[in-house]
């Protein structure tokens, strides 16, 4: 990769000829760069320069006077002419010919027999593209492969990004029991979706939250949502029945629920007076000085910050933490 770097910064992309009869043929290039080279000049495209006719220069054929013709270009999307030569040149075939080559007439030497381009089935162009297994045919499917792995490859490597992360959460979570955070929202398409998050306790003992899928739903019905979820969890080797569902579980044990319910009444107590509120700081901080000073509580940078009382939410618990 290095090396590669290292001769392509040897290499100006952005000076590369444009002209057909000057530029250096691809099998030139060191093999390592040539697909570089090759996209570069796709990026740029087949060199068309669109002349008056009369700046096309005639060529003497017996008593016939005869020049390129800016209209081929519509006809032959691949044709290139050479201003240098006054010659015509095959963009497909410059890019994919190879030294072993021995016909470069569309390539190196360039083709000016104009008198044989406009001469029905016998027409050079046609003879030059040939049948399903020409050399022409097979630099046109090579040129297509290249293009489409120029357009794809920031989705793969994306794809393939995306992939490493889930199986990097799925590690996380392991064999433990999870629970899981869906929303809905629409996409720039207006599709409906569904964004699912994972909670779980990792083996540290820390709680975690991971985004973990977006699933393309056609509805946001109960049963399309836990179809498409059950999906997503079997794909990804999450059981099912590891999966917990808090919120369900709070409201059927009253102590849970009671638990709750006065700890909200806390929370409002306590944030609804700013006398209490600074109390209740500046007798936790004494307490964090006191941890500290033990060793019972590390510093650091980002560590022991003061922060809010969190209320309970609906789709999950977040219990109240006061630091600083």
């Given at each position: 990769?290095?090396?590669?770097?290292y001769?392509?910064?040897?290499?100006?992309?952005?000076?590369?000829?444009?002209?057909?009869?000057?530029?250096?043929?691809?099998?030139?290039?060191?093999?390592?760069?040539?697909?570089?080279?090759?996209?570069?000049?796709?990026?740029?495209?087949?060199?068309q320069?669109?002349l008056?006719?009369?700046?096309?220069?005639?060529t003497?054929?017996?008593?016939?006077?005869?020049?390129?013709?800016?209209?081929?270009?519509?006809?032959?999307?691949?044709?290139?002419?050479?201003?240098?030569?006054?010659?015509?040149?095959?963009?497909?075939?410059?890019?994919?010919?190879?030294?072993?080559?021995?016909?470069?007439?569309?390539?190196?030497?360039?083709?000016?027999?104009?008198?044989?381009v406009?001469?029905?089935?016998?027409?050079?162009?046609?003879?030059?593209?040939?049948?399903?297994?020409?050399?022409?045919?097979?630099?046109?499917?090579?040129l297509?492969g290249?293009?489409?792995?120029?357009?794809?490859?920031?989705?793969?490597?994306?794809c393939?990004?995306?992939?490493?992360?889930?199986?990097?959460?799925?590690?996380?979570?392991?064999?433990?029991?999870?629970?899981?955070?869906?929303?809905?929202?629409?996409?720039?398409?207006?599709?409906?979706?569904?964004?699912?998050?994972?909670?779980?306790?990792?083996?540290?003992?820390?709680?975690?939250?991971?985004?973990?899928?977006?699933?393309?739903?056609?509805?946001?019905?109960?049963?399309?949502?836990?179809?498409?979820?059950?999906?997503?969890l079997?794909?990804?080797?999450?059981?099912?029945?590891?999966?917990?569902?808090?919120?369900?579980?709070?409201?059927?044990?009253?102590?849970?629920?009671k638990?709750?319910s006065?700890?909200?009444?806390?929370?409002?107590?306590?944030?609804?007076?700013?006398?209490?509120?600074?109390?209740?700081?500046?007798?936790?901080?004494?307490?964090?000085?006191?941890?500290?000073?033990?060793?019972?509580?590390?510093?650091?940078?980002?560590?022991?910050?003061?922060?809010?009382?969190?209320?309970?939410?609906?789709?999950?618990?977040?219990?109240?933490?006061?630091?600083?």
């Amino acid at each position: 990769m290095f090396l590669q770097q290292y001769i392509l910064s040897e290499i100006d992309l952005a000076s590369l000829e444009r002209d057909p009869g000057l530029r250096r043929p691809i099998w030139k290039y060191p093999p390592n760069v040539r697909d570089d080279i090759r996209k570069e000049y796709i990026r740029l495209g087949a060199y068309q320069p669109q002349l008056r006719k009369d700046q096309y220069p005639p060529t003497e054929f017996g008593n016939q006077r005869r020049r390129f013709q800016a209209s081929w270009f519509n006809t032959f999307k691949w044709l290139e002419y050479s201003i240098a030569k006054d010659a015509a040149f095959c963009f497909p075939c410059y890019l994919f010919e190879n030294d072993a080559s021995s016909q470069h007439a569309f390539t190196i030497d360039g083709f000016k027999s104009w008198k044989r381009v406009n001469d029905n089935e016998r027409c050079a162009f046609l003879v030059h593209i040939g049948g399903s297994y020409s050399p022409h045919k097979k630099a046109i499917k090579s040129l297509k492969g290249l293009k489409n792995v120029t357009r794809h490859i920031d989705k793969v490597i994306n794809c393939q990004s995306l992939e490493e992360v889930r199986n990097k959460i799925r590690n996380e979570v392991g064999d433990s029991k999870f629970c899981i955070l869906v929303d809905e929202a629409i996409d720039a398409s207006q599709k409906e979706q569904m964004a699912i998050v994972l909670r779980f306790v990792d083996v540290y003992g820390v709680i975690r939250e991971r985004f973990f899928y977006i699933v393309n739903v056609i509805d946001t019905t109960s049963s399309t949502l836990k179809k498409e979820l059950s999906n997503v969890l079997t794909r990804n080797n999450l059981s099912i029945q590891n999966m917990r569902a808090l919120v369900g579980a709070a409201e059927k044990q009253d102590y849970v629920w009671k638990f709750f319910s006065m700890l909200a009444n806390v929370v409002n107590i306590v944030t609804g007076s700013s006398k209490r509120l600074s109390e209740l700081q500046t007798t936790h901080g004494i307490e964090v000085d006191h941890s500290v000073a033990s060793g019972e509580c590390e510093t650091g940078r980002g560590l022991n910050q003061i922060g809010n009382l969190q209320r309970a939410g609906s789709t999950r618990f977040a219990l109240p933490s006061f630091t600083k």
